[in-house]
C-alpha cells in the first residue's frame, strides 16, 4: 500500500515540475545592445505634449482679485475641487460630470466668454487665450485648465488589465505597465504591441522592453486613447496545456489518497 501511495505522489511532484521556464534573458528589462556601452546616456528628444481635441473634457478653473466676479466663471470648481488624483486613477474611471466638453468644431463654451476655440491647442496655449478673453472682465486673471479624460489601456499577460485615467497629462510605456501591476512571467516583453489613433487611421507598433532603444522610440510616450497589449508567451500556452493533460492524472491521485486516509482511519 505504501509503494502504491508513493507512487501516486511522485507523479504528482513531477506533473508539479512540467511548466516550462522562462529565461532570465527574456524578462529582463533594458538590455544593453552589444555595441553599447554599460552607462550610455540617451538624450531625451520625444517627449510628447498632447493637444486638445474635439470631444476632450476638460477642466477650466478661473481665479482673479475678485474672487466673486471669478466664481461666476467656475460652474463645476465645486466638484472639480473635490476630484482627487487618487479618484482620477481608479481604473476605469472617467469624469463625465465635471468639466467642459470640447465640441466638435474644437470649441468650448464658456460664461460670457460664449465660444472659444481650443481645438488644436495645448492646455497652456489655451491658457493664455482664454486668460486673454477674461481680461475685460476680471482684474488679473489667472486661468488653470486640465484634460480631464486622457486615457490609455492595458491590455493582455499584465497583473491587473484596465483602463487608467492620467491626470498629468504626460505617461510613459512602462509607467502604464507599473499602473496595471506590471507584465506577468507569461508576458513576452519583446512583443508588445501598441495601437494608436492618429490623423483618423489606427498604427500598429511592435515594442520590445528588453533593449534600451525603447527609451529613444516614438511609442515611449503614450497618447491618449493609446492601447497597450501583451501577447502571452509560450510558457503560458504550454503551461496551460500540461494542466489540463495532467489534470485528470491530479484528480486520480488526490482521490486515491482520499480513499486510502479514509481507510486508514477506519
Do not use: W
Amino acid at each position: 500500500m505504501n509503494f502504491a501511495v508513493n507512487k501516486y505522489l511522485a507523479a504528482l511532484a513531477i506533473a508539479g515540475c512540467l511548466t516550462s521556464c522562462v529565461s532570465q534573458k527574456e524578462v529582463a528589462y533594458f538590455q544593453n545592445a552589444e555595441n553599447e556601452a554599460p552607462d550610455q546616456a540617451i538624450a531625451i528628444t520625444n517627449r510628447f505634449t498632447p493637444t486638445i481635441q474635439p470631444t476632450d473634457i476638460l477642466s477650466i478653473y478661473v481665479t482673479s482679485l475678485n474672487p466673486e466676479a471669478s466664481s461666476f466663471f467656475n460652474p463645476y470648481a465645486a466638484v472639480a475641487q473635490g476630484t482627487t488624483i487618487t479618484q482620477m486613477l481608479q481604473p476605469g474611471q472617467i469624469p463625465t460630470n465635471i468639466g467642459y466638453l470640447v465640441d466638435t468644431e474644437g470649441n468650448v463654451e464658456l460664461p460670457m466668454l460664449g465660444k472659444v476655440k481650443v481645438s488644436g491647442l495645448t492646455t497652456l496655449q489655451a491658457r493664455d487665450q482664454v486668460r486673454e478673453k477674461l481680461k475685460p472682465y476680471l482684474k488679473e486673471p489667472t486661468v488653470n485648465i486640465r484634460m480631464l479624460n486622457f486615457k490609455v489601456s492595458v491590455m493582455g499577460e499584465v497583473v491587473r488589465p484596465s483602463m487608467f485615467t492620467i491626470p498629468n497629462e504626460q505617461i510613459t510605456l512602462p509607467e502604464a505597465l507599473s499602473l496595471a501591476g506590471d507584465i506577468t512571467i507569461f508576458g513576452r516583453r519583446d512583443n508588445v504591441l501598441i495601437i494608436r489613433e492618429t490623423n483618423g487611421k489606427r498604427e500598429f507598433a511592435r515594442i520590445n522592453l528588453n533593449r534600451r532603444d525603447l527609451f529613444s522610440s516614438p511609442y515611449y510616450y503614450l497618447h491618449p486613447n493609446d492601447v497597450v497589449y501583451v501577447q502571452p508567451g509560450k510558457a503560458r500556452t504550454t503551461s496551460a496545456d500540461r494542466f489540463f493533460q495532467t489534470a485528470p492524472l491530479l484528480v486520480s491521485g488526490l482521490s486515491f489518497i482520499a480513499v486510502i486516509l479514509l481507510n486508514i482511519n477506519r
